[in-house]
């Protein structure tokens, strides 16, 4: 009769070759999930691996005020009409107008709100769309009027980070020679810092009409025969320098 050695693990008694199976199996995915972290990939596209995220952001521009002097000064006009003029072409909320609240400069801020509110509407911004509202001033603080509003802005980043070595360290991202996962981010913050609208990079624009001035011009000249498109003389001229002639 032949006696099957039991261990205690728990409060169970198991067999020990069964007990051994357990442990190999236990070490073979242990193994597994080992060389699956060792071998993990990213994404070899580095649009995926820096993805152009868009968020609201704000808008803002400071107008200072000084105690004994009201209104705005030329080059402030300037700034609040291009900010009006920007609120037009990107905003996603109204204006709010941060107006300091303190005796001192009372009179000045109250006289430069005036007129920052005219301009607004001389501009094309609704009343309705522009709130007005007071905040303490303290010692320290320079008395300035903000006027912001929520617009969409595209980002993408952080840049610089280094999770994989480049150099000849082994490993899967070496020896494929794939791109460093750096590569690439730089260009994505600088688009998503240069295009016009962020809303472009995640779906086209509707589409507007066409010049009717330019397509009745190209028409009339296909009705006649002639080449439809633009002429432009004077282009082969100075291709050859007569210097020294």
Same mark, same amino acid.
């Given at each position: ?31 597994? #999930? ?74 000045? /801020? ?18 309705? /769309?522009? #709130? ?114």
């Amino acid at each position: 009769m032949t006696t099957l050695h039991t261990a205690k693990v728990g409060h169970r008694r198991w067999p020990i070759p069964r007990l051994l199976a357990v442990c190999g199996l236990a070490a073979m995915l242990a193994g597994c #999930y080992e060389s699956h972290l060792a071998q993990s990939d990213y994404p070899e596209d580095y649009r995926q691996r820096h993805p152009i995220t868009l968020k609201e952001g704000e808008h803002t521009v400071d107008v200072f005020i000084g105690r004994n002097r009201g209104g705005l000064t030329p080059n402030q006009r300037a700034d609040v009409l291009s900010f009006a003029q920007q609120w037009r072409h990107d905003a996603t909320s109204g204006i709010i107008v941060d107006v300091p609240k303190g005796s001192a400069i009372k009179h000045a /801020a109250t006289d430069s709100t005036r007129e920052i509110l005219s301009i607004l509407a001389a501009s094309g911004v609704p009343r309705r /769309a522009v #709130y007005v509202r007071h905040y303490p001033l303290s010692g320290a603080m320079v008395a300035s009027i903000k006027i912001s509003y929520a617009q969409l802005l595209a980002d993408a980043g952080p840049c610089g980070q280094w999770p994989y070595d480049i150099g000849p360290a082994g490993g899967a991202v070496y020896n494929r020679n794939k791109p460093y996962w750096n590569f690439g981010c730089a260009n994505q913050r600088n688009l998503a810092a240069m295009v016009d609208n962020p809303a472009d990079l995640v779906q086209p624009r509707g589409e507007q009409p066409a010049y009717e001035a330019r397509r009745s011009v190209a028409i009339d000249k296909w009705r006649k025969g002639e080449i439809p498109s633009g002429k432009y003389d004077g282009f082969e001229k100075g291709k050859i320098s007569d210097v020294g002639k």
